[in-house]
C-alpha cells in the first residue's frame, strides 16, 4: 500500500516545494538518456560518495536519482507533505529546512561508513525532514492509502502512518549495523540517513514554525 494524498488544502501555493519537484524531474530528464558507464560516472560526479567526501556532493546529490522508481517514490511524499509543512513554514524558512534536513542526514549515513566508495543520491533524507516536521504539525491529519490488489482506498491517521514509517526505517537502520550481522550500509537503501532526516526535521520545525500561521488551524476551514 502506498499514500495518494493527506486531508489537508495548501492555504498558500507551494512554490518551493514545487520547484524542488520540478528540478528533481528536470535532473533526472537530462540523464535518462545516459547510458551504463556515463551514468555511472554522472552518479560519481554528482552523488556523494563518503571516501570522497565533498560538501558540494552532500546539495547535489539530493537532485540525483538512480531510477523513475526512485524519483517517482520521493515526488510523491514530497507533494503529500511538504505543501503543508511549506505553508506553515513560509517559503524561504521551508527552503533553508529542506536543505538542512538533507545535509544532515547525509552526514550521518557519511559518518557510520565514511569509507564507502559507493556513491549516495536521492531526496528522501531531506523529505524524511518534512515528513517529521509534519508529524508534529499535524499529528491529527489523515492520509489516504491505496492498497493495490484488489484496489482499496482507506484512511490512515498521520501519527499512525508516519510512526510506522519511523519505525520500519529505524529497524531497519539496526538490522544494517554490523552489531546485529553483516553490515549492507556500504549500499542499498540508506535508513539512517532516513532516520537523522526525520529527526532533525521534528525538532528544527519547532524552532523554525512561524508563530503567527499557528494561530489558524487546519481543520477551521479558515485562512490564515
Request: charged fraction near 10%.
Amino acid at each position: 500500500m502506498f499514500p495518494i494524498r493527506d486531508v489537508i488544502p495548501s492555504r498558500t501555493t507551494p512554490g518551493v516545494t514545487l520547484a524542488l519537484i520540478a528540478i528533481n524531474v528536470i535532473v533526472y530528464a537530462l540523464t535518462a538518456g545516459l547510458e551504463g558507464g556515463a551514468f555511472n560516472t554522472f552518479l560519481m560526479t554528482f552523488g556523494l560518495v563518503p571516501a570522497k567526501f565533498s560538501i558540494v556532493t552532500v546539495v547535489t546529490a539530493m537532485f540525483v536519482h538512480a531510477g523513475p522508481v526512485h524519483l517517482a517514490g520521493n515526488a510523491l511524499f514530497l507533494w503529500i507533505f511538504g505543501d503543508n509543512v511549506e505553508d506553515r513554514l513560509g517559503h524561504g524558512r521551508y527552503l533553508g529546512f529542506y536543505l538542512a534536513c538533507g545535509t544532515t542526514a547525509a552526514l550521518a549515513q557519511t559518518a557510520l561508513n565514511p569509507l564507502s566508495a559507493v556513491p549516495m543520491v536521492g531526496a528522501s533524507g531531506a523529505i524524511a525532514g518534512v515528513m517529521g516536521a509534519y508529524l508534529i504539525l499535524y499529528p491529527r491529519s489523515r492520509i489516504l492509502m491505496l492498497f493495490p490488489f484488489p484496489p482499496i482506498l482507506f484512511e490512515l491517521p498521520a501519527v499512525l502512518f508516519l510512526g510506522i514509517w519511523f519505525a520500519v526505517q529505524f529497524l531497519s537502520g539496526l538490522a544494517a549495523l554490523p552489531l546485529f550481522g553483516p553490515s549492507n550500509l556500504s549500499g542499498g537503501v540508506a535508513f539512517w540517513a532516513h532516520i537523522m532526516g526525520f529527526v532533525t526535521g521534528a525538532v528544527l520545525v519547532r524552532i523554525l514554525r512561524r508563530p503567527e500561521r499557528m494561530t489558524v488551524d487546519w481543520w477551521d476551514g479558515r485562512a490564515s
